[in-house]
DNA sequence: TCGTCGGGCGAACACCGTTCGTTGCTCGAA
DNA sequence: TTCGAGCAACGAACGGTGTTCGCCCGACGA
């Protein structure tokens, strides 16, 4: 069977000024779907249904979805700027630099469910832990020290995040606003905990405000505090 | 179509000297199959299918599959041990109870995936909230720190378990033993980093062997520890 | 003895990531 | 200019997932 050739008449099947498929628009693509309905949305399918294809069509660009969205985390924490030592501020640079990976990945949703998989290693990455090592170096940590502290500081900011994203996930997936959620969800719990026989749970009854209290900034805050005051003992 | 009576010589269908379906049972298998193939293998049909039947008929005992995992990791949680709070002993019990909890989560592989997604509430969840925080109060801290510190500390218990159990299911997934996974993952990775451009990369550069040495006991432990001093420093 | 209630469960739904094999375009060599 | 090779694109399918629908049937209360 002959294909038979374009009638002149007719302009050519126009349906692509799209850009042709790229690693690039791939990742672009993904990251909005993941922006602006969560990870659990960010599927193969998806995306190439966005970008008008099937999804056979991505393995071209990507090795399967791992590397997908370690593409997409690299791209977003590139997006933290990372300072330049200045010793004499001590560790106090460390809390400015938790600070920013922290707003920019809580930016970007729930992106924080990726990089605690495997160690990352892009460029962007790189460059991060290499600011945030040289800072502690500088401020007079042993190395195997500031080698460590590196490691752990890095999972204390993705675990927080990570948390707060599984939390964002939980109210976008039942529809409702924020104030409904905590209404239906936390209320019941601090019922429960109210209704706790006092002598089983002394120390939890006594301080329900105490533990129900406080934003996930405010944790976040003093969770990093307490990291630092713990890394300020091991300076020489 | 009249079902024909069972003819009277033949034993009735002894494929049955299984237990009723109940929660427990269904617990428990899961967590046999959690144990022995990790999260993953962990799935609604292969639990049916290894109680000898089909999958609907679990959702006459569980709302859904979260709320199956939530009581598997409730299961866990109550292996752990809590002492009775030891006032002369600070917060060295805290110590403690972090290793019971690290030991425990580890002895079943990646039941830590779970509890990030959402505030335990089972009852030996509760349980060993009330000891930690107990201890807490005991040791002197002002009960607003008391709580939050509770919160921070199993944030970092579970979430150095949760990367872990991600690092072991690779290695499962991969098939190899921890040995050549080692010399295949980690070794092209310390590789990488030693090629870096001393240049642009100079703490890192010169600090490869200190971020690559230390087990994960050994990371967990100095985590632990700063945690620990971080503390310390605010009790009155 | 009859009626109803509810666990058991086969089948199906709507997804998922990934692979296979074909199509058809582009570009370099002859 | 023509041919051929290589490769991006992609339709279809595979083997999985969690969950729901609706029927069957046995036990138990009236």
Known sequence: MEAVPLPPWRTPPKHAP???????????????ILD?????????RRIAQELGTGPASL???????????????EQVIGEVEVPAPEPE????QLREIAWR???VLHAHADIARVPMANIPRGPNALRLAEGMLAIMLAAGLPPQVAAW?????????MSDVYEGSLYAAKLRASGKDQSAFFEEILRPLQAYYLSLPGESFPAISANI???????????FEFGLEIF???????RS
Chains 1, 2 share one sequence.
Do not use: C
């Open 59 to 73: 393995y071209a660009h990507v090795a399967n979805k791992e590397e997908l969205l370690e593409l997409i985390f």
């Open 101 to 103: 990976m922290y707003r």
């Open 18 to 32: 799209r850009r042709p498929l790229s690693q690039e628009l791939i990742v672009e693509k993904g990251l909005g």
């Open 209 to 219: 405000d105490s533990l129900m209290t406080g934003s996930g900034d405010e944790r």
């Open 89 to 92: 501020r001590g560790l106090d």
């Open 149 to 157: 502290a590196l490691d752990r500081l890095y999972l204390y900011v």
């Open 36 to 44: 602006a309905e969560g990870l659990d949305a960010v599927s193969m």
């Open 228 to 234: 630092l005051r713990g890394l300020e003992t091991y």
